[in-house]
C-alpha cells in the first residue's frame, strides 16, 4: 500500500517534469541539474562556468536552497539570469518547485540554465525536473567512499565531475577506488576532473558544455 502511495506522487512529479522539458525544448534552452553534497562546490562551479561562458552563451540560474539567496547572488554576481527557489525546508527540489520558478523566468534570453539543486546526495536523485542533463559534483576532500555509500545518486546521472583535485596532495582520496566505485554503478560516464580553485580541467568542461549545447540545438523537436 505505501509503494502504491510513493509511486502515485513520482508519477505525478514526472508528469510535471515533462512538462518543464516541453517549456524548456519549446526555449531551445538546454538545462543542467546540479547535484552534490554541501559544500563540494556546486556554487563555485556554476560561478566559473557562467564567468567563462558568458561570451558565448547566455546563462540562466535558479538555485534550490533551504533557507538563504547567497548563491543566486553569486551566479547573477557571475552574470547569469539568477532566480532562487526557496524550498522552505524541504532537502530536494521537485518538479512542482522547478515549474513555480520556470513561469517567470525569463527562458527567451538564455541558451543554457543550470538549476543548482539542494546540497543532498540521497534524495534529489528521486525526483525528475525535466532538465536534459544530471550532472553531479563530487570532491575531493568528501572522500573516495561516495560511490559505494550513495549508489542511487552515481547510478542515475549523466555527467561527473570531480571537484578540488588541486586538494589531492593533501588529503586521503585514492582515486583508482573511487572510479571503480563509480564503473560498478555508472559505466563510462562522462567524466571531467577539476579545480575551480586552480582553474586546473576547466576548459574540458567549458568544451563539453558549449558542444552539448550546439549538439541540443541540432535536435528535432
Ligand atoms: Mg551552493
Ligand atoms: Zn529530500
Redesign the pocket.
Known amino acids: 500500500m505505501r509503494i502504491a502511495v510513493v509511486e502515485k506522487i513520482l508519477s505525478a512529479n514526472d508528469q510535471l517534469a515533462a512538462q518543464n522539458r516541453s517549456w524548456l525544448d519549446k526555449a531551445r534552452v538546454f538545462s543542467l541539474n546540479f547535484m552534490a553534497s554541501p559544500g563540494a562546490g556546486?556554487?563555485s562551479l556554476i560561478e566559473q562556468t557562467v564567468s567563462r561562458l558568458t561570451e558565448k552563451l547566455r546563462l540562466g540560474v535558479i538555485?534550490g536552497?533551504i533557507a538563504t539567496s547567497f548563491?543566486a547572488e553569486r551566479a547573477q554576481a557571475a552574470g547569469a539570469i539568477a532566480a532562487q527557489i526557496n524550498t522552505g525546508g524541504d532537502c530536494h527540489l521537485d518538479a512542482v518547485m522547478l515549474q513555480e520558478a520556470l513561469v517567470e523566468f525569463p527562458l527567451a534570453d538564455i541558451d543554457l540554465l543550470i538549476v543548482?539543486n539542494v546540497?543532498n546526495l540521497i534524495c534529489p536523485a528521486n525526483f525528475r525536473l525535466g532538465t536534459h542533463k544530471s550532472v553531479l559534483i563530487a570532491s575531493v576532500p568528501e572522500g573516495d567512499d561516495k560511490p559505494y555509500k550513495y549508489p542511487g545518486t552515481y547510478r542515475g546521472i549523466d555527467i561527473l565531475v570531480i571537484n578540488k583535485i588541486d586538494l589531492l596532495p593533501y588529503v586521503k582520496f585514492d582515486m583508482a577506488r573511487f572510479q571503480r566505485g563509480v564503473e560498478a554503478l555508472n559505466p563510462g560516464v562522462k567524466t571531467f576532473a577539476l579545480s575551480c580553485q586552480t582553474g586546473e580541467g576547466m576548459d574540458a568542461w567549458i568544451e563539453w558544455l558549449v558542444h552539448s549545447q550546439q549538439q541540443y540545438l541540432k535536435t528535432e523537436f
Open positions: 556546486k556554487t538555485d536552497d548563491d543548482e546540497g
